[in-house]
């Protein structure tokens, strides 16, 4: 009888060892994975800040202006996101995800940065590397120098290749992707560059981003059309981000058309619990 038990006792170890080794595996992977398993999501939130400035520069210089943010309110955010247990990731995870190769659970967030201010790295970085985030910065190509500008919290500059070279090497978490090479701006009948480019000028801006090695694109002003979606597919591009609107991303979306949730710049940690919470 008391061998009886000893055997049924080394099936049922041996049992929840395969078991173990079987979940761990499917884990560690990143592949998809049972929706008893781990609570799936099937959509993320794909949250866009611009510029960030310490506190008394947004109280003193610009107090009502949406695209620039406090980097006390940022750190607040991301602060709340720690503690609650928010994961992040990059836009190639978000890419594997799409394409249903990866699962993420409901705390799952991507974080990006528009226009390649130099507050990304001088501002932002420390605050996502003091909680190991992934973030992405989408910088214009045109406006990256050989070297990065010394802080001024009083003075715009944006992003050098130097930084971006830093970066790459020892927080590889924090991306820099593409705002374009040289579309980020109006033209003389106040419309975006975009709306006057023909497609060979459009595939002649993504060829000249090719020296940085970016694989995933946010469109400036969020603003497409069919042509940068083709030349985008033609040169590989994962996925691309348009701008505006409130909707999460989702894997029914247009795979160069992939919305974003725009943070105000006045927006505050409670403004963001409501877009968790959407």
């Given amino acids: ?28 992977s990143g592949k998809a994975v049972g929706k008893d398993e781990i609570d799936i999501t099937d959509r993320i939130p794909v949250l866009t800040f611009h510029r960030l400035v310490p506190d008394d520069v947004k109280k003193d210089v610009y ?20 503690v609650n ?3 992040t990731i990059s836009t190639e995870d978000f890419y594997y995800w799409y394409i249903g190769d990866r699962e993420y659970d409901s705390k799952t967030v991507l974080i990006t940065f528009d226009d390649g201010f130099y507050e990304d790295y001088y501002l932002a970085l420390p605050i996502l590397k003091k909680y190991n985030f992934k973030a992405t910065s989408f910088v214009v190509g045109s406006r990256i120098k050989p070297i990065t ?4 919290k009083y003075k715009t500059s944006f992003l050098g290749l130097d930084v971006i070279e830093k970066v790459r090497e020892e927080y590889p978490n924090f991306e820099f992707q593409s705002h374009s090479y040289n579309m980020h701006y109006y033209t003389k009948n106040n419309k975006h ?9 459009i595939e002649n801006d993504v ?3 090719n020296k940085f090695g970016f694989t995933t694109m946010a469109y400036p002003y969020g603003d497409y059309n069919k042509d940068i979606e083709k030349i985008l597919e033609k ?17 029914d979306d247009d795979r160069y058309a992939i919305p974003r ?3 105000n710049g006045n927006a505050t940690v409670n403004t963001l619990i409501k877009w968790l919470e959407y």
């Fill in 63 to 82: 107090p009502n202006n949406q695209w620039v943010g406090s980097v006390d309110v940022f750190s607040d955010m991301m602060k709340y996101l720690y």
């Fill in 1 to 28: 009888m008391r061998k009886k038990i000893i055997n049924c006792l080394l099936l049922i170890i041996v049992f929840c060892f395969t078991f173990f080794l079987q979940y761990s595996s499917k884990e560690s």
């Fill in 193 to 201: 560059r975009i709306k006057s480019m023909s497609y060979e000028q």
């Fill in 85 to 87: 247990g928010y994961k």
């Fill in 235 to 251: 040169h590989d591009y994962l996925v691309a981000f348009k701008f505006g609107g409130s909707d999460y991303a989702t894997r």
């Fill in 149 to 152: 500008r010394l802080y001024d």
């Fill in 261 to 263: 949730i725009k943070i």
């Fill in 207 to 209: 060829i000249s981003n």
